[in-house]
Nanobody, 126 residues
Framework: QVQLVESGGGLVQAGASLRLSCAAS?????????MGWFRQAPGKEREFVGG???????SYTDSVKGRFTISRDNAKNTVYLQMNNLEPEDTAVYYC???????????????????WGQGTQVTVSS
């Protein structure tokens, strides 16, 4: 079955960097799926952070543009979220999701992702 496993979260101070990883397994043709990162802060709904299509088109929410970068290593079936200059407002559980096959646009809502990982906690102290 499809599995997505996030890792790399932790407790850091404001201004620090973290790189999250999402290892995918249980399906073939990983490179042809769009992937996305979402986050959920306490008491808030899950929100889109960033994502990319299978062809490499990317999209980010405004609050992370210029600070976060998504990448993927198709040989390792892994996607990454590089987070720089972290702010306390970035504190949340971060989830990766698998989007559509050969999808041409980045899905910005949860409904565009059929599978999710268990999440990894990111806490940024001020």
């Amino acid at each position: 079955q499809v599995q997505l496993v996030e890792s790399g979260g932790g407790l850091v101070q404001a201004g620090a960097s973290l790189r999250l990883s999402c290892a995918a397994s249980g399906f073939t043709s990983f490179s042809r799926y769009s992937m996305g990162w979402f986050r959920q802060a306490p008491g808030k709904e899950r929100e889109f952070v960033g994502g990319f299509t299978w062809s490499g088109s990317t999209s980010y929410t405004d609050s992370v543009k210029g600070r976060f970068t998504i990448s993927r290593d198709n040989a390792k079936n892994t996607v990454y979220l590089q987070m720089n200059n972290l702010e306390p407002e970035d504190t949340a559980v971060y989830y990766c999701g698998r989007g559509g096959y050969l999808q041409s646009t980045v899905a910005l809502t949860e409904g565009g992702y059929a599978y999710w990982g268990q999440g990894t906690q990111v806490t940024v102290s001020s």
